[in-house]
């Protein structure tokens, strides 16, 4: 039986998000700014796990193609880097490929949920922290250039 004489209860906050809950995310204009040294692979999987922690499958799953789609981009890139001849112009559109990358993915993905988080919890939602993903990223950096200074060693090439 409920109390008469009780207080009324209400949700007691002054935003206009009481009723959605806050999910513990990484920054997403911040997971764009790091994806600069790592690549938006890098951005596109934390955006991935943001979504996700938001509850819409639909753009996570957008995001993993984002990144699937630009590790498999820089595998074709680094290919074909090795099959053309030095100072040719496919040599001058690898060094601007990234950036371009880049750009694309913020520009028709990456933006959107800079957007999303904005409007829905603003600046206050609960952050998740840095050190994994980062130090994630650097492995897997190192493991790729140990990899690609394994595969010239081991073929006599300089």
Given at each position: ?158
């Amino acid at each position: 039986m409920e109390n008469p004489y009780a207080a009324p209860s209400a949700p007691l906050t002054d935003t206009p998000h009481a009723t959605e809950p806050y999910p513990c995310l990484w920054n997403p204009r911040a997971a764009a700014g790091w994806s600069l040294l790592f690549s938006p692979t890098f951005g596109a999987i934390l955006h991935a796990m943001n979504w996700t922690a938001m509850g819409d499958a639909a753009r996570a799953r957008v995001a993993r193609n984002w990144a699937i789609g630009s590790v498999l981009a820089n595998i074709a890139v680094g290919v074909a880097s090795v099959f053309t001849p030095d100072g040719g112009a496919f040599d001058l559109f690898s060094r601007f490929f990234g950036l371009l990358l880049l750009l694309t993915w913020y520009a028709r993905s990456g933006r959107a949920q800079v957007d999303e988080v904005a409007k829905r919890f603003g600046v206050d939602y609960p952050r998740r922290g840095w050190a994994a993903p980062i130090a994630i990223a650097i492995a897997v950096i190192g493991a790729f250039f140990a990899a690609v200074v394994g595969v010239v060693f081991l073929s006599g090439t300089d």
